[in-house]
């Protein structure tokens, strides 16, 4: 399964919001739509899940125009709601059976995931008696339980304590391994980087970056060795031109060749009482400052 | 279809199960029950304790020519209602028994049939001093027929030579269907606002819980927008039926409480094609305002703006309102403006179904009304699905309708 944009354009009125969205997500792998606020990426989802159509481009569903009776989609939204007042299978039932499922096939989904999410006593109470956490586990029983081909999880970890974020890891894997399409939406970009093989940056409507994610940590110059030592003075001297110190403490010896970085990474260890010494690799948070981060006219 | 049918059962559902509403059905329908029962109750202890004469509320006269017996037997005679008492006090003390409640009304006979008439509180309905002018009248024509030289008896037999006429109706009797047309339309005003109201309400609470963003994506905008409105007809429908029917059984139960009431009698015999043209028109004119609710309702981000952002239709729906109202209690239905207001789809529901009940109407305009009403309940379902597709999306403050329009139309590219 392979999930396909092209070149997808689309504006409200005066403002162009998405200018040329291309990317693809592969079944079996997780995909990570990222941005800041107002870059995109809700646009690109509703895109996606059709709630609106594009002005340009398409969307295409194993190298087809997408078919939306044949393609199923599960999300769970940012904006978090249900019915607060009604009762949660109740809604769990209806949700299910929008999406085009039987009423026993339903129930049956809906009985095995609230086992599977440690909810079955909540069945028959009113949503809006349960904690922020749990509404939530409810909330992504209705993305999950049609077993959907595409699944968009937007923030899916935020306002989860750690159990519950454990819980809907394990549950997330479960789905990428089942072949699904996993579109992840966030700004926690641990999340991303634990799960993603491939992301995508928007930045003002227009994708700043895309690809595998190993390849661009690659793309990035290999120059750089970071080290850990007890001797950081001595080594900070040593390399006073090229070395900086980061946050926690490393230092980062920028090369002028990478080709060299072999020899050097000898000599320091030869040299220094070396803790750790490796190539430096830009994270996720790095990459996302550097592409996100812009506007148009700065980069 | 199959969407759209879930969902106005889950709607429909919401309505039904609602206890608030199954409470005011309920509680209407006791309301009729008791309104139909209490000829029968009344009767019951009336029957137990018969009405003293004491009770009766007391009319007195004062007159200066007439013998004290005659007058008081006269005046008895015609105001059984009321315990007539003969009185030779002065005015003042007329006056001060009438504002003191002693008395409740005052006739000071002058002689020549002219006369005072003293009460407290005239009553919109009092109708005494016809009655009165009746019986004096007649009492002086005998007098004067006499001093002409008729005798009594033969004054009295001129007197009573009556004329008699039939009507045949040709068209619609007025009086008969004025009540029906006057109850329906006002269930249909009541239901309209009630559940359109509630239709908005629904809309906006959904929207600003964002259960929205969920339904947005499991479900066509138009089945949500056609699945909630016909969900809220049919239990505005269902709440009418519950309230008609009861009061149509409660009626048969008691009918011959109810004696030849004719209000009461004209109302349960409604003939069967003005039945079913309520229906239609009930049906039509609650979808066309309904669905403009429901579009209102999407735009609005929270439940606080509903009131205001309902305004102009409740304005528009109130005008057609009136418009029909005050001709029907002007007896004339057929005036320009009303018929305009038959081919007016947001007027049409009422004042085509009041022509239709009160006058004569050909069938064509009939036809012409109800087709013009179908494509308007189409064509603004079709767009209020529109504007519910885009108002939904729209957070903060509630967007102008320029804005919408532009929206709606602009999504297309």
């Known amino acids: 399964m392979i999930l396909e944009l092209q070149d997808i354009y689309k504006s409200f009125g005066e403002k162009q919001v998405l200018r040329g969205i291309s990317f693809k997500a592969e079944g079996g792998k997780a995909f990570g739509l990222l941005g800041r606020n107002g870059a995109g990426k809700t646009t690109t989802l509703r895109i996606i899940m059709n709630v609106f159509g594009a002005a340009g481009g398409q969307v295409l569903f194993d190298s087809e125009q997408i078919d939306y009776n044949k393609v199923h989609f599960g999300y769970l939204p940012e904006e978090r709601g ?6 949660i299978s109740e809604q769990l039932i209806y949700f299910a059976m929008l999406k085009g499922m039987t009423r026993k096939d339903a129930i049956r989904a809906i009985d095995y995931w609230l086992e599977r999410l440690g909810m079955t006593e909540y069945r028959d109470k009113r949503l809006d008696t349960l904690s922020k956490g749990n509404q939530q586990k409810i ?5 999950l339980a049609h077993d959907p081909e595409i699944v968009i999880l937007d923030e899916p970890f935020s306002g989860l304590d750690p159990v519950n974020a ?3 890891k394990d549950v997330v894997k479960e789905t990428i391994a089942k072949g699904k399409i996993v ?8 999340y991303i980087e634990e799960f993603c093989d491939s992301i995508a940056i928007l930045n003002s409507g227009k994708i700043a970056i895309a690809g595998e994610l190993t390849e661009i940590k690659h793309s990035y110059p290999r120059n750089r060795l970071v080290v850990k030592s007890r001797q950081n003075a001595e080594i900070a001297r040593a390399y006073a031109a090229s070395c900086t110190q980061a ?8 090369l002028e060749d990478a080709k060299s970085k072999q020899n050097e990474m000898q000599k320091l260890s030869g040299s220094y009482d070396i803790d750790e010494i490796r190539v430096f690799e830009p994270t996720l948070n790095d990459i996302f400052v550097e592409y996100a981060g812009q506007t148009d006219a700065q980069r | 279809m199959k969407q759209f049918k879930r969902i106005l059962v889950f709607e429909l559902g919401n309505y039904l199960k609602n206890k608030v509403f199954v409470g005011v059905t309920v509680f209407l329908a006791v309301v009729i029950a008791a309104v139909m029962f209490f000829p029968r109750i009344k009767a019951a202890v009336s029957s137990n304790e018969p009405r003293q004469s004491a009770d009766k509320p007391i009319m007195l006269v004062a007159a200066e020519n007439m013998s004290d017996a005659d007058m008081q037997n006269a005046f008895a005679s015609v105001f059984g209602e009321y315990e007539v008492k003969y009185t030779d006090e002065g005015i003042d003390s007329i006056k001060n028994q009438i504002t003191g409640g002693a008395a409740e009304c005052a006739f000071v006979l002058h002689g020549n049939g002219a006369y005072t008439y003293y009460v407290n509180n005239l009553s919109m309905y009092d109708t005494n001093t016809e009655t009165a002018e009746a019986l004096l009248s007649g009492i002086r024509q005998v007098v004067e027929m006499t001093r002409a030289g008729l005798t009594a008896e033969d004054a009295q037999s001129i007197l009573s030579i009556r004329v008699g006429g039939e009507t045949v109706n040709l068209g619609k009797d007025q009086m008969q ?3 029906y047309t006057y109850i329906m339309i006002f269930a249909l005003y009541m239901v309209i606002l009630l559940y359109g109201q509630m239709v908005a309400t629904n809309v906006a609470t ?9 339904l947005i994506t499991s479900a066509r905008p138009a089945s949500m927008m056609f699945g909630k409105v016909i969900a809220s007809c049919i239990a505005g429908l269902t709440q009418l039926a519950v309230v008609f029917g009861s009061a149509l059984v409660f009626y048969n139960l008691n009918s011959k409480y109810w004696g030849d009431n004719p209000i009461i009698r004209s109302i349960f015999d409604m003939p069967t094609d003005l039945f079913a043209y309520m229906l239609l028109f009930f049906v039509l004119g609650f979808l066309i305002y309904a669905f403009m609710f429901g579009a209102v309702g999407s735009t609005a981000s929270k439940l606080e703006d509903i009131n205001t952002s309902v305004m102009p239709i409740t304005l528009l729906f109130i005008g057609g309102f009136l418009v029909v109202m005050l001709s029907m209690t002007s007896g004339n239905v057929d005036t320009a403006l009303m018929k305009v207001c038959s081919y007016i789809p947001f007027t049409s529901p009422m004042a ?5 009940a009160m006058s004569t109407v050909k069938w064509y305009e009939t036809a012409v009304s109800v087709a013009i009403l179908i494509c308007s309940v189409v064509v603004i379902g079709i767009a209020a699905a529109k504007i519910y597709r885009v108002g939904v999306l729209m957070y903060g403050t509630t967007p102008r309708i320029g804005n919408v329009i532009k929206a709606v139309f602009g999504s297309k590219k």
């Open chain 1, 82 to 87: 249900l019915y607060p007042k009604k009762k």
């Open chain 1, 139 to 143: 909330q992504l029983i209705t993305a």
């Open chain 1, 166 to 168: 454990l819980l809907l």
């Open chain 1, 183 to 190: 579109l992840f939406s966030s700004h926690q970009m641990n």
């Open chain 1, 247 to 254: 946050e926690n403490g490393e230092l980062i010896i920028t």
């Open chain 2, 177 to 179: 269907n004025f009540f």
């Open chain 2, 206 to 214: 959904e929207k600003s819980s964002r259960a929205m963003e969920l």
């Open chain 2, 352 to 356: 085509m179904f009041t022509r239709l």
